[in-house]
């Protein structure tokens, strides 16, 4: 079964950091773009960053640039987001989605269940 | 960025309506337009990707249409499980800044 499965969210301070790791068990998350999507409590969707394949290419959502790093090892089928400089606003629940061409463009067609970050004092 | 907006923010139905929710693009993003969907406690599903493509799997009563800068799901017939919020995604940006719109949660 192809599958995601998020872990590393925990309570922190602000100012702090922390690193979520994303494994994919059921299939090779080396042939794929990986992205990281995240949702604070009682709101929508922010897509926060993606990388490519060979970890090549990482971008990010201005809000985050500077302060979050998308990497993977793709030798553990594994992808991670290390957050630094923490903020009460980076407060979401974190998913980790495979990311796929699909027609025209990418989608994100297989999602973990997601992590909570809580920033706080 | 390319923002992405969606009307309505929330709406109530009842079973068996047909139900079409609107996106729409800051600027013109061709096809390159996905749907979601997310049921609380949930991760998002993907329902349709290139602006009117079923994903594998979703079923036929969810339709997408629209070119450009302006898109819609519709739900032909409303079923109680289809109680959820749906999000549109732009995936035309190069390089790949994605953004979603604000949601629509379909009350039942």
């Known amino acids: 079964e192809v599958q995601l499965v998020e872990s590393g969210g925990a309570l922190v301070q602000p100012g702090g950091s922390l690193r979520l790791s994303c494994e994919a068990p059921?299939?090779?998350?080396?042939?794929?773009?990986m992205s990281w999507v995240r949702q604070a409590p009682g709101k929508g969707l922010e897509w926060v960053a993606n990388?490519?394949?060979?970890?090549?290419?990482?971008y990010y959502v201005d809000s985050v640039e500077g302060r979050f790093i998308i990497s993977r090892d793709n030798a553990e089928n594994s992808l991670f987001l290390q957050m630094n400089s923490l903020r009460a606003e980076d407060t979401a629940v974190y998913y980790c989605?495979?990311?796929?061409?699909?027609?025209?463009?990418?989608?994100?067609?297989?999602w973990g269940p997601g992590t909570t970050v809580s920033v706080s004092s | 960025d390319i923002q992405m907006t969606q009307s309505p923010f929330s709406l109530s139905a009842s079973v068996g309506d047909r139900v079409t929710i609107t996106c729409r693009a800051g600027?013109?993003?061709?096809?390159?337009l996905n749907w979601y969907q997310q049921k609380p406690g949930k991760a998002p599903k993907l329902l349709i990707y290139?602006?009117?493509t079923l994903q594998s799997g979703v079923p036929s009563r969810f339709s997408g249409g629209g070119y450009g800068t302006h898109f819609t799901l519709t739900i032909s017939s409303l079923l109680p499980e289809d109680f959820a919020t749906y999000y549109c995604?732009?995936?035309?940006?190069?390089?790949?800044?994605?953004?979603f719109g604000p949601g629509t949660k379909v009350d039942i």
């Open positions: 989605a495979r990311t796929r061409h699909l027609g025209m463009g990418y989608g994100m067609d297989v």
């Open positions: 059921g299939f090779t998350s080396s042939r794929y773009w």
């Open positions: 990388i490519k394949y060979d970890g090549s290419e990482t």
């Open positions: 600027q013109s993003i061709g096809s390159y």
């Open positions: 290139a602006a009117s």
């Open positions: 995604q732009q995936s035309f940006s190069s390089p790949p800044l994605f953004s």
